[in-house]
């Protein structure tokens, strides 16, 4: 399952899902966005940044992209204070870890990476295909959370099935 065309997929779903649910989000209030739901994260702004924050982790350890400006999972929530500002760098960050999937290549998947996990504050040496799996599937359990606290503030939240991401030619 975790071969190039795997992460390319995931790479486009993560964007993809991004996207519906950065348009779900401006449809509530500031307010609403900043609200403190009890969730993971406190308010749905604060999980968006966290969000953006693991993906510039993971991806600093895979591919050598800058690290991110926070440097602990408690300050994760601070990576941009407004809003516009957030949803654009979270959206570009999407697009550059799509860039990245074009390149990768069996070979590489097949190696091992020293990562800094900002969780547990420590490092490790772990299999980039495990990396990889961890990038995507903490991209998938976040944006679950946020399916929750938008509902909750009346948003009407997108379809979040793989199976349903528009193919190249279906999304224009």
Request: proline content about 5%; glycine content about 6%; some cysteine.
């Amino acid at each position: 399952m975790n071969e190039p065309s795997f992460v390319r997929r995931m790479a486009q779903y993560n964007l993809w899902q991004n996207r519906l649910l950065h348009e779900r989000a401006d449809a509530v209030s500031e307010a609403a966005r900043r609200k403190d739901l009890n969730m993971c994260f406190g308010s749905v702004h604060n999980l968006f940044s966290h969000m953006l924050w693991d993906d510039m982790m993971v991806m600093h350890a895979l591919a050598g992209t800058a690290r991110p400006k926070r440097g602990t999972v408690r300050s994760s929530v601070l990576m941009e204070a407004d809003w516009p500002g957030l949803r654009a760098e979270h959206e570009a960050f999407a697009g550059r870890i799509c860039e990245w999937a074009e390149g990768v290549t069996p070979l590489w998947l097949a190696g091992v990476t020293l990562w800094r996990s900002g969780t547990a504050e420590r490092e490790a040496i772990r299999p980039r295909s495990m990396l990889v799996v961890q990038l995507f599937n903490h991209q998938t359990h976040h944006r679950g959370q946020l399916h929750v606290m938008l509902s909750q503030l009346g948003a009407k939240t997108p379809h979040t099935d793989l199976c349903f991401l528009p193919e190249p030619e279906e999304a224009g």
